[in-house]
C-alpha cells in the first residue's frame, strides 16, 4: 500500500509518497508545525514535485550496480555521509554505501526516488530531500537563505533575527525569547524573501533544534527532558547514545566529541518545544530587528555599543561557501546559489541594513539575559 504526505511552504510544495507509512507519518510530524503537511490519497497525485521512497532491497540492489558499472562518478559528503554521484542519460544516480541507500532524480519530471533496505534511514532521507525540493523551488522564485535564528511577536509577527558565527548564541537567543513568550520560528536558518516596498517576508527552515545539555538545564527544561526518556519517549534519532544516557542520568554536563571539535547535543523535534518545553512556534513573520549577541560567562547582560560595526555579510546567508551539510548534488535550485540569488540576497541585505541593529550580551544567569533580551525587544 502506498501511502502520502504532500508539504507546502509558501509557493512551494512536493508530494512524499512511499510503501511504508513510517516514511510519510516521519514528513508530516517533522514539517507539519513549521509547514503545511497534510496526509493526501497517493492515488491523487498525479503531477508536481514527488519524493518516491521505497524499501526494496531489489530495486536498492539493481541500481547501486548502476552506480558502480564503470561510469565516471564524484564523490562528494552529503549530509556528512559519503555519496557517489553519476549520471545515467538527463538522470543524476547516486549512492550512499553507509545509509544503504540510491536515488535517482530526474529533472525534467521533477521525481526523485530513492530506495534504500532500513526504514529509519529511508525516513529521514526523504525528510531531507523533501525539503531540498522545497528550497530549490523557493530559491528560484526569489527567496534567500539566512543563516540565523528568529523569533515572533504574537501580537504584531514582528520578528527578531540573531546573527552570528558558530558559538555567538544565535540559539541560546532565540530560545531565551521563546521561553519569555516569543514563537520560535528558525533555531539556525531562516526563508527570506523581499515583498512590498520594505519589507522582508520570513518563514521557517524546519529542522531538528541541537541544544547543548547545560543550555537544557538553564532553561529550566531539565526535568521535562528526563521525564520524557523515563516515560519511554525519545528525541530525533540523529541524537548521540552518550547524550540520551547523560539526560537519563540527570547529568547535565557538556559533552564533547573527542579533540572537542563539536559539542554532543539534545536533538529536539519541532513539536517536541509545545509539547515538552511550552514553546510556541510560528509559522511566519517580517523582519523587523537584528539582534549581534555574545555569551560572556561572567559578563552582566545587557544592550551594549562600539565595537565592530554591525551588519551582514557573506557568511549570513546559506551559500556555497557557508552551507556544508546539503550541497545541490541533485541540481534541484537549476543552478541557482544555495542562499539564493545573488539579486535577492543582495536585496534582503538592503532591506535588514535599514532596520534596528542591536548587539546583546548575554550570560549563564537567564533571568538577566532574558530581562536583556526582552529590553532589545522593546526597543524594535
Known sequence: MISATRLQAASAEVTVLSNRTEVTDWARRYFGLW?????????????????VATVDPTEHAALTLQVHDG???????????RMLVA???EDIIAASPDESMVYRCTASTGRLELSGIGVMELALAAARLAREVIRGQLLRDGWAVLHASAVVRPADGATLLSFGGKGAGKT????????AGWQLLAND???TRPTGER???VVPWPSAAALGLGLVDALGWAAAARGHLQEGGAFHPTQHDA??????????????ESGKRRERKVQVWPDQFPELFGVELATGGRAA?????????DGSPDIVDGGQALGLGEDDFMSGATEDRYPDIFELARGVDGGGRRSARDEVSSRLAMMPHLRVRLSYDVPASVAALRKAGEAI
Open 199 to 201: 519589507d522582508v517576508e
Open 172 to 179: 541560546t537567543t532565540a530560545l531565551l525569547l521563546a521561553s
Open 71 to 81: 561510469r565516471h562518478t564524484e564523490e562528494v559528503e552529503y549530509a556528512r555521509h
Open 243 to 256: 547524550v540520551t544516557d547523560a539526560l537519563l542520568a540527570g547529568d547535565f554536563t557538556p559533552l564533547w
Open 289 to 297: 530587528g537584528l539582534l549581534f549577541p555574545k555569551v560572556e560567562a
Open 87 to 89: 549520471r545515467d542519460g
Open 189 to 191: 536558518r531562516v526563508l
Open 35 to 51: 509547514w503545511a503537511a497534510s496526509a493526501v490519497e497517493a492515488s491523487s497525485v498525479c503531477a508536481g514535485p514527488v519524493v
